[in-house]
């Protein structure tokens, strides 16, 4: 049995996402943290008859009951994107939110999985690491930057050119989680679809830019929070199962130290010398158990790879001296 804990809980993301939570029959405590809004919110998942209990916690001083105990936290709280904006832009307001609510996560629940949300994901995560780390309390098994909408949107953009594939196939997605940092390995699923060079490019940009797509149709009312509580929720469902013994494969952001042998095979493919990557992992009840290589990879996804690593190199760097300055 699972408690959770959504940080963030009363925005456009958290509140479906929890939603979602409460609908799952292995979750025993929702806790719902927000600045703003939280009371009316969890108040009104809690009338859902599903066996969890709903608790509401609103600002600072409520944040050490509301983590507490808790297996699993998420965190989608901060600003999302107007038009025109990237995921960077972002970072002056959000670094400090996740710095603020990792300090937290630190002094409450050490060891709960963390599921970091908010964007940029490539700095926010590793900012997460080094307020953990000063806490002598990080274990990178634990710490995922959550990029299954990623993954959701490949399946669902291949649908929209093949209507034979079934969107539940899953496509892995490496890399980061911003523009063309985001590697859709199109070639598992080559077999499948027989896609042409065009259509592979063309499919790839649309996966790697796909939230332009929602950011513009919402014209300056935030970001994608439907299908991103669905991805987070697939992501959070997975640590559910994993924590219950039902070991689960997930793409996700994570610090390739968590599993040295099996972080080679990106390192070879390009990743280099970086610290974070987005890579397929496996999920037991204490977080990553390994580092899983893919089963395919062609040259163009390769020069993909080759392309993420400056900019991935850039974000880390500035969640790291963010912290540390
Ligand atoms: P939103 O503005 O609708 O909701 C954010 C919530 O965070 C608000 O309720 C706000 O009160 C709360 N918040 C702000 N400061 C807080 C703090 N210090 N502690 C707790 N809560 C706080 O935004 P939305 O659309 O829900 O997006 C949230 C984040 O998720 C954004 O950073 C967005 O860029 C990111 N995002 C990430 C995706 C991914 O794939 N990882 C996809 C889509 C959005």
Redesign the pocket.
Known sequence: MVRVAV????????QPLSLLIKLNKDVTALHM?????CPGVAADISHINTNSTVSAFQGNDSLKDCLTGMDIVVI??????KPGMT?DD?FGV?AG?VR??IQAVSDNCPKALVC??????NSTVPIAAEILKKNGVYDPKRLF??????IVRASRFVRDIRPSFDASTQIPVIGG?SGNTIVPILSHIQNLVNLSEDEIKTVTHRIQFG?DEVVQAKNGE????LS?AY??YRFVSSLISAINGQPATECCYVDLSVDPAGAEYYRQLGASDLAFFSVNTSIGPDGITSILPLASISSFEKELVKAAVSPITSNIAAGVSFVNK
Request: glycine share 20%; aromatic share 2%; no cysteine.
């Open positions: 940080l963030g809980a009363a925005g456009g993301i958290g943290y927000d600045i703003v809004r989608p709280a901060g600003v999302p994107r995921r972002l959000n939110i603020d609510l970091i949300i908010s964007n940029p994901v930057g959550v990029s299954t909408l990623d989680h939230g935030g970001s994608a929070t991103m991805a987070g």
